[in-house]
């Protein structure tokens, strides 16, 4: 059996097999894919210390960095499965090509996924104009015209903070009123250069072939199809947790994420959890780093207490 398991090899996931290699203890990560959502990104302007990367380029210097190190990589493999450590003290993690994996401890760094809109142009505008996150891209668009698609909390706050960067925001809201909280409702009315529009549902993200030149939108009461001039389209309807899979044995918030304390403990003994799949706030890679590390100290920690059986 493994002493630390990673289940996700995202950034969360890497540090977290880093970290344990590190202490000489039998370290493993599965992953689904290696590298995870940064390498859907593409120009990264935030990893302190480099002025800028590329998201393949930095998910094939996660490998490379976890490689320097003495870790069983199990990458394309998709955990289905956790079971609680029984008398003999072992968490099992059942994969879907029928496997299972023990070890002593185990560090879920699963991640998350943007809600998609699922409409024409946004896959393939991805990245050419369609963003998912503000605190990431929304210096890219400096001066430009953008819009915010979902007026809840997480919508409500990237059109306040690109209200600040950008020329132009248009909030779109597919229901009649707003979701966010009133105090950022009074705060999004109080900015001079944001338009909002509710009952009105996205139908088409517009470009040139290279990058996004517009949005069409319907609006719901009256039926009749909009066209908004612009450059860039924020989606802000949810960040689902890739959790489904531990929903009856973790203890997960409304939301999905996994509920960890500040050493990145879950309601089960021995398992940890880091990054994006968490309930800590603010989903970002230095953060998902920093997590996955603290989550496997705190795994190390727990096995220097715990006799072996
Ligand atoms: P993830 O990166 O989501 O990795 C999860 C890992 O778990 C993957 O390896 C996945 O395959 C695996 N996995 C999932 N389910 C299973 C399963 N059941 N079994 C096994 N493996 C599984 N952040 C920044 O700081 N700066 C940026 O500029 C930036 N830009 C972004 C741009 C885009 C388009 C996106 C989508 C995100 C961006 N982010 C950015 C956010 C950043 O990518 C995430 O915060 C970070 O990747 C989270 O790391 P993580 O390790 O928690 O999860």
Redesign the pocket.
């Known amino acids: 059996p493994f002493d630390v398991l990673v ?8 540090a977290a097999a880093i970290y344990a290699a590190r202490k000489g203890i039998r370290t493993g990560i ?9 390498l ?2 593409m ?5 302190i210390s480099v002025k800028e990367t590329e ?1 393949p380029k930095l998910a094939a210097a996660l490998e490379q960095h976890v490689r320097e190190y003495e870790v069983d990589i199990m990458d394309l ?4 499965r956790l079971v609680p450590a029984g008398a003999d003290g072992l968490v099992e993690i059942g994969l879907e090509n029928g496997a299972s994996l023990r070890s002593r401890t185990v560090v879920l ?6 809600r998609q809109m699922n409409v024409p142009g946004e896959d393939q505008y ?2 050419k104009g369609v ?3 503000p ?3 929304g210096p890219l668009f400096k001066g430009k015209r953008v819009a915010v698609i979902g007026g809840g909390n997480s919508g409500v706050e990237a059109a306040i903070d690109l209200a600040g960067i950008v020329a132009h925001v248009t909030l779109i809201e597919f229901d009649a009123q707003l979701r966010a909280d009133e105090v950022l409702q009074r705060k999004l009315r109080s900015l001079g250069n944001v338009r909002v529009v509710t009952s009105a549902q996205t139908t088409e993200v517009l470009g040139d072939g290279s990058r996004v030149n517009g949005l069409v939108y319907r609006d719901r009461t009256g039926g009749d199809s909009h066209r908004v001039e612009l450059e860039g389209v924020f989606v802000q309807i949810g960040l689902l947790p ?1 959790t489904e ?1 531990l929903k009856d044995v973790v203890a997960l918030s409304p939301r999905g994420e996994i509920i960890v304390d500040d050493r990145g403990q879950t309601s089960l003994p021995g398992v940890f959890a ?4 968490t309930t800590v706030p603010y ?6 780093m920093g997590d ?1 590390s603290k989550a496997a100290l705190s795994a190390f920690d727990h096995l220097i207490r715990t006799p072996v059986q």
């Open positions: 289940v996700g090899g995202g950034p969360a996931g890497a599965a992953a689904e894919r290696f590298g995870g959502q940064v859907d990104t120009a990264i302007e935030n990893f998201g493999q998709r955990a289905t760094s699963t991640g998350a996924r943007w991805r990245n963003a998912y996150c605190h990431c891209d890739n899979w880091a990054g994006d799949a989903k970002q890679i230095v953060i998902a996955g």
